[in-house]
C-alpha cells in the first residue's frame, strides 16, 4: 500500500461552523477529517487502511477537556499536538489550551476558538531556529540557556527549550542510572552503544521539536546530537572520531528526522576551571560519570569539540576565559552569545 504525502492532517470534533471555516483556512491544502467516532479510533483505522508517509505533520482540535480519554491517548500515546478549546487544566508541550496560548475570551465563544485555532495551527516556520549550547561538564549550558530565553522573552519573541537527555521521554531514566555508575565505568560503556541510548532519548522529543518549528519559535537547547560528538567520539582513536562523527549526523539527521542546529554554540573552558566551578555549585546534584572522569578524558572531550568549532557547519566556539585561565563573566558571555546568533533570532 502507498503512504499518503499530506502536508499536514487536521483531526477534529469541532461541530462549530465558524470554527471549522477557520481551520480550513488557516491549514490551507492540510487534510481535514471530521471525527464520526473517537480519535483513537479514526487514528488507528487510517494507521491501518490509509497511511501516511513517515513525518506527516498531525495535530487534534477538540472541544473536549484535557482529562478526556481521547485527548490523553492523543497527546501521551500517539505524540500528537492537542488544540482542547477549554480553559484551565494542565497543559504539556504538545497539549494547548485557550488559556496556555494567551487567547482573550470573548462574549463569543465562537470568535475566541476562532483565535485559538489561528494560534495552534501552524503559522511561521520561517522564523524559527535551533539554538545548541554545547559544552564540557561545568561550562555554563544551563545559565547561559537561560540568559537566552530571559533575553527572547524581554524581546517578545517566541521560544521553547528543551534539556538533554530529556528524564521526561524515552530512555531518560535509565540514561540516568548509566551515568551514576550503576551500569559501568566511563570507559566500560561503548559509545557506539551509549551514544545510540541518547538518540532515543532525543528521538522522543522529535513531536515537540516539529510543532515548535512549524510555529517560528526560537527552540534553545541544552545539549543535542551534538553533545554525542564530544562526550562519546572522544573516546575513540582520535583517527576514528570523524568517521563516528559522520555515522552519529547521518543517524540523527537523517534516519531520526532530527532538525539540524541553525547555530552550535561550544561554550569552551579549560577542565580544571569547569571542575573548581562544579565543586562550587550548591544547586548540582551527585556528580555523574562524565563530571568526575580524569582531566585527560576531559581535555579529549575538549578537544574533540575544538575540532568540531573548526571542522563542521554551523559550529561557534564561544571562550569562557582569558589566556590567564579567568573566567569571563557570566553577562559577558552571554553577550558573546547573542551576537553569535543575532542573525538567527
Not at 135 to 143: E, I, M, R
Not at 194 to 212: A, I, K, Q, V
Not at 249 to 271: G, H, R, T
Request: with cysteine; net charge negative.
Amino acid at each position: 500500500m502507498v503512504a499518503v504525502n499530506r502536508k499536514i492532517v487536521v483531526f477534529t470534533d469541532v461541530e462549530d461552523k465558524q470554527v471549522l471555516e477557520v481551520i480550513r483556512e488557516v491549514a490551507g491544502d492540510a487534510e481535514t477529517i471530521q471525527l464520526e467516532k473517537s480519535f483513537a479510533y479514526e487514528f488507528m483505522w487510517r494507521g491501518k487502511h490509509t497511511p501516511y508517509r513517515v513525518g506527516t505533520p498531525m495535530c487534534f482540535i477538540t472541544e473536549k477537556t484535557v482529562e478526556d480519554a481521547d485527548v490523553v491517548f492523543a497527546v501521551y500515546s500517539k505524540r500528537v499536538p492537542v488544540l482542547s478549546l477549554t480553559t484551565g487544566g494542565e497543559t504539556t508541550n504538545l497539549l494547548e489550551t485557550i488559556s496556555s496560548l494567551g487567547i482573550e475570551c470573548k462574549q463569543n465563544t465562537s470568535e475566541t476558538w476562532a483565535d485559538a485555532v489561528r494560534a495552534f495551527l501552524p503559522n511561521n516556520n520561517s522564523e524559527s531556529a535551533v539554538i545548541v549550547f554545547e559544552g564540557g561538564d561545568g561550562a555554563g549550558k544551563a545559565t547561559q540557556t537561560e540568559y537566552m530565553r530571559k533575553r527572547l522573552d524581554k524581546e517578545g519573541k517566541a521560544h521553547a527549550s528543551l534539556d538533554f537527555p530529556s528524564d521526561k521521554h524515552r530512555y531518560g531514566k535509565l540514561i540516568r542510572k548509566v551515568l551514576s555508575g550503576e551500569r559501568g565505568a566511563l570507559h566500560d560503556l561503548d559509545p557506539k552503544l551509549f551514544s545510540l541510548l541518547f538518540s532515543l532519548n532525543r528521538f522522543d522529543t522529535l513531536p515537540e521539536l516539529r510543532y515548535w518549528l512549524t510555529h517560528g519559535k526560537k527552540i534553545l537547547l541544552d545539549r543535542y546530537y551534538t553533545s554525542n560528538f564530544g562526550h562519546q567520539a572522544s573516546k575513540l582513536e582520535e583517527s576514528e572520531r570523524s568517521d563516528f562523527i559522520r555515522h552519529l549526523e547521518q543517524l540523527e539527521l537523517e534516519w531520526l528526522k532530527l532538525p539540524p542546529p541553525d547555530v552550535a554554540l561550544y561554550l569552551d573552558l579549560p577542565p580544571a576551571a569547569a571542575l573548581v566551578a562544579m565543586q562550587r555549585d550548591e544547586k548540582r546534584e551527585s556528580l555523574d560519570i562524565h563530571e568526575t572522569a580524569g582531566l585527560s578524558y576531559k581535555e579529549n572531550v575538549r578537544q574533540t569539540y575544538v575540532w568540531c568549532c573548526q571542522n563542521q557547519r554551523n559550529w561557534v566556539q564561544i571562550e569562557c576565559c582569558n589566556d590567564e585561565g579567568e573566567r569571563y563573566s557570566r553577562e559577558k558571555v552571554h553577550e558573546m552569545i547573542y551576537n553569535a546568533v543575532a542573525k538567527h533570532i
